[in-house]
């Protein structure tokens, strides 16, 4: 089997990063681009208003070289549209985890392709800001949208930001979103499940394996928290409370934040947490 990843980001973001069209184009149009320029294939996507899921197939440092690709130019976007930086805040991250396994890289596929279901009413194949019906219509890009090669290097550069010439035979639609037949590995979404009769049978997964996939994801996130994101928490929560910076608040009143970050899903009971508040160990033996 080739090397598959499950790649996603933050979450756990109160934030909402996706909210509308324009900003769900730029992010499929982002998995798109950063697929091509670091040879990296894409099984299966989905964007929501808060993070994005994906299942990838590439070598190790292609895999991380798509991921530092994709933060940086989704972030200087929503930079951009929000005017300022500290807006964006340090907690937008990307994380990857290597999949083990055929049975693994199945169970996650259809975990990325249902995630929809958590906020959408629709059914998965219908949700338009993921791999919708391709797996059921393999010839769409034959068919459907706006040819690439039609486009002048100068004018891709325009519509979509890039500095390397795109694939000719991929194609775009009136919203200047590059369709998810161009780029999507479906060939090897197919090797996967063999047959669309099989994919159909594990559109039902059990909810328990859902949930372990999602506690999971949770997890991760929690530990990729870096001490400059728990402080930056920490320092909002602090001047929100106690109308004054993180570290003149007392020990109490650290205590009092480390209990409502754990409380509120932001961090767990760890060295770093105990770090981003500046206390000490015998400190935290009081949570």
Not at 197 to 203: D, H
């Amino acid at each position: 089997m080739s090397d598959f990843y499950h790649i996603y980001s933050n979450g756990t973001r109160a934030d909402i990063l996706f909210p509308g069209d324009e900003e769900k184009v730029y992010a499929v149009n982002s998995l798109a681009i950063g697929s091509n320029a670091c040879d990296v294939n894409v099984l299966v996507f989905i964007i929501n208003d808060t993070h994005f899921h994906l299942i990838a197939s590439g070598s190790q440092e292609d895999v991380l070289n798509y991921i530092t690709y994709l933060k940086a130019r989704i972030s200087r976007f929503l930079i951009c549209k929000r005017q300022n930086r500290s807006a964006l805040g340090t907690g937008f991250q990307i994380s990857s985890d290597p999949i083990k396994d055929r049975d693994e890289c199945l169970r996650k596929f259809m975990y990325v392709y249902r995630n929809c279901l958590d906020f959408y009413n629709g059914a998965p194949w219908t949700y338009p800001w993921g791999i919708g019906n391709i797996l059921f219509n393999p010839n769409l890009s034959l068919i459907e949208g706006i040819h690439m090669g039609d486009l002048s290097h100068t004018a891709q550069r325009a519509m979509f930001g890039v500095r390397d010439k795109l694939p000719g035979g991929w194609r775009y639609d009136n919203r200047k979103m590059i369709l998810p037949s161009s780029f999507v590995d479906i060939s090897s979404v197919m090797q996967l499940f063999g047959s669309v009769r099989a994919f159909l049978a594990f559109l039902f997964v059990r909810k328990e394996d859902e949930q372990a996939m999602k506690q999971q994801v949770y997890s991760r996130q929690i530990e990729m928290r870096s001490l400059e994101d728990l402080r930056n928490l920490a320092s909002g929560y602090a001047a929100k409370l106690y109308k004054k910076s993180l570290r003149v608040c007392l020990v109490t009143e650290k205590l009092q934040l480390a209990r409502l970050m754990i409380t509120d899903k932001d961090a767990v009971k760890s060295v770093s947490l105990m770090k981003a508040l500046y206390l000490r160990g015998e400190d935290m033996d009081l949570l």
